[in-house]
T-cell receptor, first 116, second 113 residues
């Protein structure tokens, strides 16, 4: 199983709403990532979790709150978002082994978020 | 800090034409290099990757890329493109240590039937 799943596929929310994005993988990967991707642009790194601990936060506003409850799950909690936060949110995972051949990210299909 | 540049914003080719997409990176140490493809409405898929050894790497769907260390380049090639190759192509770099991948701005490829 080389699949990263994300739910929901689409999400529309108002600026006062609280919602969560979910990402799941069962490949035993211990590094998990959240990216934000605007149309026709490359993915921008938001957060990295290594062994379920936050290891990289790319100065993301506090209205985005990541959570890694276990080695298979990664959540992104959203609160008081702005319309400019509308984007495709991608989850990725990769092994934390030192074997180079496995040092590859696998991406989920993304959640298309629209903030009204 | 790592950075990645891609030479072309948008490339338009006819079917059966040859393709070369440029990628240059900036990083002071050993790098791992990747090409990802994103078909319209789909998620990112790995085309190929380079870690070490033979600088000419072959990937899926007939793509290949050549790592030229002296030029800090990792250009993607395909001898004969198909309409189904229409997509966004991203070059990415990761340092040998750390977990951070840096993506280039992407090149949109449009193949005309």
């Amino acid at each position: 199983d080389t699949e990263v799943t994300q739910t929901p596929k689409h999400l529309v929310m108002g600026m006062t709403n609280k919602k969560s994005l979910k990402c799941e993988q069962h490949m035993g990967h211990r590094a998990m990532y959240w990216y934000k991707q605007k149309a026709k642009k490359p993915p921008e790194l938001m957060f990295v979790y290594s062994y379920e601990k936050l290891s990289i936060n790319e100065s993301v506003p506090s209205r985005f709150s990541p959570e890694c409850p276990n080695s298979s799950l990664l959540n992104l909690h959203l609160h008081a978002l702005q319309p400019e936060d509308s984007a495709l949110y991608l989850c990725a995972s990769k092994p934390l082994f030192q074997v180079q051949a496995t040092d590859t990210q696998y991406f989920g299909p993304g959640t298309r978020l629209t903030v009204l | 800090a790592q950075s990645v540049s891609q030479h072309n914003h948008h490339v338009i080719l006819s079917e059966a034409a040859s393709l070369e997409l440029g990628c240059n990176y900036s990083y002071g140490g050993t790098v791992n290099l990747f090409w990802y493809v994103q078909y319209p409405g789909q998620h990112l898929q790995l085309l190929l990757k380079y870690f070490s050894g033979d600088p000419l790497v072959k990937g899926i769907k007939g793509f290949e890329a050549e790592f030229i260390k002296s030029k800090f380049s990792f250009n993607l090639r395909k001898p004969s493109v198909q309409w189904s190759d229409t997509a966004e192509y991203f070059c990415a770099v990761k340092g040998d240590y750390g977990q951070n991948f840096v993506f280039g701005p992407g090149t949109r490829l449009s193949v005309l039937p």
